[in-house]
Nanobody, 126 residues
């Protein structure tokens, strides 16, 4: 059984920074692409950022480009989402997801991920 764990959410003010962490337990984490999605009540889960299995080719939603950075530490088997200059519209539950299939590139499509964490809440006040 695979368990995905996120951490690092919280309540911050606009302009502040947060770093989210993601680990997958029960799977060889380092051979899978990882993505972050986010969701607010009543809306679909939206793509935020992804990184391929090798830790290269990070890519982002237009709404977070230049502010968020995704990275992975293969020694710690952890993926991070560094979020800078946070805005109130970044308020959401953030989910880490493990892509289906080995050695993936990090799809932006929700359906290409088969293991998800429980989410960590990020709230940005104005």
């Amino acid at each position: 059984q695979v368990r995905v764990e996120e951490s690092g959410g919280g309540l911050v003010q606009a302009g502040d920074s947060l770093r989210l962490s993601c680990r997958a337990i029960g799977r060889t984490f380092n051979v899978y692409a990882i993505a972050w999605f986010r969701q607010t009540p009543g809306k679909d889960r939206e793509f935020v950022a992804a990184i391929n299995w090798a830790g290269a080719s990070p890519h982002y939603a237009d709404s977070v480009k230049g502010r968020f950075t995704i990275s992975r530490d293969k020694v710690k088997a952890t993926v991070y989402l560094q979020m800078n200059n946070l805005k109130p519209e970044d308020t959401a539950a953030y989910y880490c997801a493990v892509e289906k299939g080995l050695y993936g590139l990090g799809s932006t499509d929700y359906d290409d991920y088969d293991y998800w964490g429980q989410g960590t809440q990020v709230t940005v006040s104005s």
